[in-house]
């Protein structure tokens, strides 16, 4: 039997491991060397992450998280939501508590969950070889393909 070249194995395995259709809050894009891409409420440009809610309805974010599968989720606070049809930027750096990610992402490879209170998880995305100001994006909002692309922070994605 002829060997799959290394690029079909490659693909099969990228659409084994993404979900096969969105939830009501998906990670929608995230920046992993943010310089000039988005400027924190609270001052500074750490790196971030794009979460979008599908729906039309507001979402409680209350005790899910951000967290690198291998790391125990730190639950956000009761008062965390994403409104309807929100893109919500959440900011990702080590030493951040509350409504954070409480970790630096990183350029070169990254493998993110959000998981929801009961610790499911809801979403995820695997990336590698990031530049500066760089954004692994969903095409389209909560589209179904990944690129890296232009930032996009609080706005639709292209
Ligand atoms: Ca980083
Ligand atoms: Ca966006």
Known sequence: MRAHPPLLL???LIACVEPASPAAVVINELCADNNDA????TGGSPDW???????EATISLAGWSLHEPDDDPIPWPDDAEIGAG???VIAAELGL??????FNLSTSEGWLMLSNAEGEPQDWTTWEDL?????????????????????SAEGANP
Do not use: I
């Open 97 to 102: 508590e509350g409504f954070a990610a409480p």
């Open 38 to 41: 988005w400027d924190a409420p």
């Open 10 to 12: 490659c693909l099969s």
């Open 131 to 151: 530049a500066e100001d760089r954004a692994w994006a969903r095409v389209g909002d909560a589209g179904l393909t990944w690129a890296n692309q232009a930032p």
């Open 86 to 88: 929100e893109h919500l």
């Open 49 to 55: 992450v794009e979460l979008y809610n599908t729906t």
